[in-house]
């Protein structure tokens, strides 16, 4: 009877337990159109807001406003849950100063051997 009772309280734990509560919320599972937005669809959104504001053409032109290049990269992950609260605050006070952007902004340093 014990072993049973084991098994049978074992398989109500972690992943066996878990799985039907998630396909509650997400009848495809990870297909699920939901899943997608609700877990991927705000990572894609700050993809692109980086590629708009901070693409190769726009970088070259903010080279000479590392402040510029630290503020528009700050306000993209400022929308979204990409970092923990702890990193938000610490990447915004790097940032602050004018040495930490210029240090966030990497055209602004010299190239080094073997560096692009």
């Known amino acids: ?20 509560k998630f396909l509650r919320y997400f009848k495809k599972g990870f297909a699920d159109e939901t899943y997608f937005d609700w877990e991927h669809g705000y990572k894609e959104h700050a993809h692109q ?11 070259k032109s903010l080279l000479a ?21 702890f990193e938000k605050m610490a990447l915004r006070d790097a940032l602050k100063t004018p040495a930490g952007a210029e240090l966030f902004a990497p055209g602004r340093v010299p190239a080094r051997a073997g560096q692009r």
Request: glycine share 4%.
């Open 1 to 20: 009877m014990n072993g049973k009772v084991a098994l049978k309280r074992h398989a109500t734990t972690g992943p066996a337990r878990t799985r039907p």
């Open 65 to 85: 406003r590392p402040a510029e290049v630290a503020a528009r990269a700050v306000r993209i992950e400022s929308r979204t849950h990409l970092l923990f609260s």
């Open 49 to 59: 807001q980086w590629l708009e504001l901070l693409s190769r053409e726009n970088f």
